[in-house]
């Protein structure tokens, strides 16, 4: 699969048909990464999962950001604190899912799964998406400029399916802030599933990524 004039850098990773023995439609996964990261740091996601039919792109931001807590210049999908960025970041991942469409994907086969930044950009897109997706993951994140909705809802915010899980010791987004717009999200109508964890602002090896991995097969045996 190319896509031409996307606006954001990607990688496709394929699921392969040798690895199993019934073919079944594909399904893309988009593994998105946070604040000052590259696309390279979601693909070990992509390698622990084991998923029938499940393709994988890791997305960019397209932000240019030098986090001082990063090893290396990386990009984000807005600035702080004043959320610089995020229409344009949001314009390109609506542009990018039209395109997947466009190439074959069928809208509730497309999935996501973000960590911080990469799990704000999945809420808000599932929020205005034009498209019913298959499901939204976000980890260690939470839904950003609540105060926009439901004026901003788009046609599908009541049907998407999201799960958000966040650490009780995160030091970086605290959960009383992350479970404050959940719980506003929930009381208007939004499907959102929130899990807590006694986990930082980081992934629960052990515990959580098995669980997303089973959230994931468990989605797209019911869109079966």
């Known amino acids: 699969m190319s ?21 079944r439609p594909k399904s893309v996964l988009l593994l998105v990464h946070g604040r000052g ?12 999962f084991k998923i029938e039919s499940l393709d994988y792109i890791l997305l960019e931001a397209p932000i240019p950001d030098d986090v001082p807590e990063m090893k ?8 702080m604190p004043d959320h610089k960025g995020l229409k344009e970041s949001r314009e390109k991942i609506r542009h990018f899912i039209n395109e997947l469409v466009a190439a074959g994907y069928s809208a509730d086969r497309i999935y996501w799964l973000g960590f911080s930044q990469g799990g704000v950009m999945g809420i808000d897109t599932g929020l205005r998406s034009p498209h019913k997706l298959g499901g939204i993951i976000c980890v260690s994140g939470f839904c950003v400029r609540v105060e926009d909705y439901p004026d901003q809802f788009g046609m ?3 049907k998407q399916r999201f799960l958000a899980t966040h650490g009780m010791r995160d030091e970086i987004l605290s959960l009383e802030k992350a479970k ?12 959102l599933e929130l899990k807590i964890l006694s986990k930082p602002h980081s992934f629960d090896l052990k515990n959580e990524v098995p669980d997303l991995e089973q959230q994931l097969i468990t989605w797209m045996k019911q869109r079966l």
């Open 72 to 79: 290396e210049p990386g990009f984000s999908w807005y600035l």
């Open 156 to 158: 599908y915010a009541k």
């Open 180 to 191: 404050k717009s959940y719980d506003r999200l929930k009381e208007l109508g939004i499907n």
């Open 3 to 23: 896509l031409s004039d996307v606006g954001l850098k990607y990688s496709l990773i394929p699921f392969s048909e040798a690895q199993t023995s019934k073919l």
């Open 37 to 48: 990261g590259r696309m390279k740091l979601m693909g070990w996601l992509a390698k622990r």
